[in-house]
């Protein structure tokens, strides 16, 4: 029984819109009848047009759906998320822990960022190149495609016009944008195992069907590539995340005959290549695939900024007026601001110089990092993965109680990061992470580590 106040200044429309809408949350089932209009004006005393309207607000808002001649029922996608909201346990918000030494594998110290210029380069761009007048250009402002096109000819030698361009929100917005583009052609998505997760998460959420392939000194098992079905397949060949192998030239031309003969893509995710210490990182594959198979990746992520939010995508031509088509009516996936300083930050030339200052800062804090570790954990770790990005994979080569590492790690505010939690596979890896760290705070970290690490280490009695 619904209370309905005849006296209140309350509409009586919405007193009875209030009380269907309780009701119906609380007691009613997805489909559900409910009353007549008929029946509800009769049994509370109110004009027919007064239950109308509130059932029409009902209506309005979804909570309701109407089939003529058969009444009102509880419309389902109304009801599904009343159900969550009400089963929502209210989980006590875990406090944060504030970590001493945060080891995370892809973090760039914070007065890295070039923010004099960037802030001036801000403020130009909208003095000086914004139009607030029109709408700008979905698949990224064409100034900063022609940048980043000029930059992946110099440096990676992708071959690439700035119409191939699409300009994403990170890598998981051109990941997404691309498996919802080829869903039609492809179904068999190959990662390299172990391989990023996040890849294959998105591919899997579009329903592809996963294929992972184990990987060699070579990378990517081509073997094993050719006997599965898959005809679209990632790969990260510069250097394999997250064992930093590099694929030789052989097996990149092997991959692209085959990838060729399947009638199917390559997804090249070239994720850390300014970041490349020993040597210089081998040209992208794309550079070399004449058959238009190849999909590029990049992103600013981890030389500039990941909090920026910018990747690209280069498209392989055949796939351009599918793109157009698909997407003529999206607007830009990253602000117009940050396209536009970002377009400025390169063609005056910063972008360049900031390459080679933030490879020489991270070289240094790798090297620290790696002969400090070399040093203090000697014979008791082998190095697996070293050499370029923001982290030096690590392992035990002694006995060593795992449960008791984590454990004291917590204890001493110390956060790590393993290879498992982001790759799956058997690869079993510490990720040490230098990029966040100052000089100074790398010294530190790794002595707060070693302490943790000799405690985990297993004697034998
Ligand atoms: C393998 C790989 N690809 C791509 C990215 C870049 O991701 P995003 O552009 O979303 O920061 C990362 C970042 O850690 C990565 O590890």
New binding site residues.
């Given amino acids: 029984m619904y209370i309905i106040n005849q006296h209140s200044k309350k509409p009586l429309h919405l007193q009875l819109y209030e009380a269907l809408k309780k009701d119906i949350m609380k007691n009613y089932a997805v489909g559900e009848k409910l009353p007549s209009i008929r029946k509800i004006a009769s049994l509370y005393n109110l004009s027919k047009n007064t239950v109308e309207t509130a059932y029409g607000q009902l209506y309005a808002e979804g909570y309701i759906e109407s089939y003529p001649k058969r009444g009102y029922f509880v419309s389902d996608i109304y009801f599904d998320s009343f159900q969550t909201k009400q089963n929502l346990k209210t989980t006590p918000q875990t406090k944060e822990i504030t970590y001493k030494y945060d080891f995370f ?2 973090k760039l110290s914070k007065d890295s960022f070039p923010l004099k210029t960037w802030k001036r380069l801000f403020t130009k761009a909208i003095d000086d190149t914004l139009d607030f007048g029109s709408y700008p250009d979905g698949q990224g402002e064409l100034g900063l495609r022609e940048e980043i096109a000029k930059y992946l000819i110099a440096s990676r030698g992708v071959v690439c016009e700035a119409s191939q361009i699409i300009i994403c929100g ?5 990941m997404g944008l691309l498996a919802k583009l080829v869903k039609h052609k492809y179904n068999h998505f190959a990662i390299e195992n172990p391989g ?1 997760h ?2 294959r998460k998105i591919f899997a959420s579009y329903g592809y069907h996963i294929d992972k392939i184990g990987i060699n000194t070579k990378g990517l098992d081509i073997q094993a590539l050719q006997q599965s079905k898959a005809n679209i397949v990632y790969i ?1 060949p510069s250097h394999q ?1 997250p064992t930093g192998v590099t694929m030789p030239i052989s097996n990149r031309v092997k991959l692209l005959h085959h990838i060729n003969q399947k009638d199917g893509l390559i997804i090249e ?1 070239d ?2 290549s300014e970041l490349a210490y020993t040597n210089r990182p081998i040209p992208s594959l794309q550079g070399l695939d004449k058959y238009d198979r190849v999909v590029y ?1 990049g ?4 030389s500039l900024s ?1 909090a920026l ?3 690209y995508m280069v498209l392989p031509q055949h796939l351009m007026p599918l793109y157009q088509e698909s997407y003529d009516a999206h607007f830009p996936r990253v602000s117009l601001t940050t396209q536009k300083t970002l377009e400025l930050f390169i063609s005056h030339g910063y972008w360049d110089k900031h390459v080679r200052k933030i490879r020489t800062l991270n070289k240094k804090k790798h090297d620290l990092m790696r002969n400090l570790l070399q040093k203090k954990l000697a014979n008791t770790m082998t190095i697996l993965a070293q050499g370029g990005g923001l982290a030096i994979l690590i392992y035990p080569t002694v006995p060593f109680d795992w449960e008791k590492f984590k454990k004291s790690a917590q204890d001493a505010k110390i956060k790590l990061y393993f290879a498992k939690e ?1 790759c799956g596979g058997d690869f079993e890896a510490i990720r040490m992470g230098f990029g966040g760290f100052s000089e100074q705070e790398i010294h530190q970290a790794i002595d707060a580590f070693s302490v943790v690490w000799y405690g985990a280490i297993v004697m034998k009695s």
Avoid: E, Q, V
């Fill in positions: 594998p892809a990170g890598f998981s917005d051109a990023y996040i890849a990260t995340y995710d994720y850390d990746l992103t600013f992520a981890k990941p939010r910018i990747a982001r």
